[in-house]
Structures are given as structure tokens and as C-alpha cells.
């Protein structure tokens, strides 16, 4: 039995066509969370968004969460651990994987002798039906690290305009 394809979305009733393949409304209330996130986010935690201002701070969390959701692209670099590496050559090897990220926010892992970059995906073309998995585990994670219980009532997505 394979399943009917919607022509709308259940939740905000968005209906789609081939202009605009994701409901608006779900696009904001992503953002909206992910302000809401911002927010209450705990000084305590070991991620702190930062940034000159709010905007920006509002930007990296964004991109943390898209990360840790696992909407991400991983690219890795080997280090050459066989040379004693200093703190300055590895920094001055983190810098130049950087320059070439397509995210102003970007992170940096090293896992066994290798460096690796890691950017948040682009949601701008995503369609709503695979975007809606994206969406759910951000919004698992922004309520696993803050503690806020954020739920989307139909008749409240129906509202965002």
C-alpha cells in the first residue's frame, strides 16, 4: 500500500504547489522557536551563541541547532600528527578550512588525526515534507537544552502570516 502524497499541509493547511514547495508558515515558526530558543538559552550550557548582535547570536544558534539535528555537511581534513602540531598550527589550520566554508557559522571538530569542518545546511529550498524531520528534532533539542515546551497547535500555525 503506498501512501497519498498531501496537496496540503495537515498542520497550518499550506497548500502546495510547484512555486513554493514548503508551507511559509512552517518556515516561521521554525524561526520563531529558534528566537525563542535564544532567549532561554542556558548560560550554563557549553555551546554560547555569540555575535555582536542579537541578530547574529540568533544566526549561530540557528546553525548549532541545524548541526546538532544532523542537517549538516561534514568536510574533514587530515593533520599531519607524526610533526609535533602546536596549538598555533593547528588554530592556523582551522583557519584556512574556514575560509572556505559557505556558512559564516561553521564548527570545527578533530577526531583522530583529522579536522573537521562542519556547516549547517541551507532550509531556504528544502520541501515541507523533508524539512518536517529537520524541524521536529530541532525543536526536541531546543527543549532538551532549555527546558521550555514549545507545541505548535494547528489554529496557532494557521496564525503565523
Not at 592556523?92 to 578533530?110: D, G, I, W
Not at 532550509?123 to 537544552?145: K, N, T, Y
Not at 505548535?152 to 500555525?157: A, G, Y
Request: proline residues 4%; glycine residues 4%.
Amino acid at each position: 500500500m503506498t501512501s497519498k502524497k498531501h496537496d496540503h499541509c495537515p498542520a497550518c493547511g499550506f497548500v502546495f504547489d510547484e512555486t513554493q514547495p514548503r508551507s511559509p508558515k512552517q518556515h516561521r515558526a521554525f524561526f520563531h522557536m529558534v528566537w525563542l530558543a535564544l532567549n532561554q538559552w542556558p548560560e550554563a550550557h557549553a555551546f554560547q551563541p555569540s555575535g555582536a548582535t542579537h541578530k547574529d547570536r540568533f544566526e549561530h544558534l540557528r546553525a548549532y541547532l541545524l548541526c546538532e539535528a544532523k542537517y549538516r555537511d561534514v568536510r574533514g581534513e587530515r593533520m599531519n600528527l607524526e610533526t609535533q602540531m602546536t596549538r598555533d598550527d593547528i588554530m592556523l589550520f582551522a583557519a584556512a578550512l574556514q575560509v572556505t566554508s559557505r556558512s559564516k557559522y561553521c564548527f570545527l571538530r578533530e577526531h583522530r588525526g583529522m579536522l573537521y569542518i562542519v556547516e549547517p545546511k541551507s532550509i531556504a529550498e528544502i520541501s515541507h515534507e523533508d524539512f518536517q524531520p529537520v524541524f521536529d528534532e530541532v525543536l526536541h533539542l531546543i527543549q532538551q537544552h532549555t527546558g521550555i515546551d514549545i507545541k505548535f497547535i494547528k489554529q496557532e500555525l494557521r496564525q503565523f502570516q
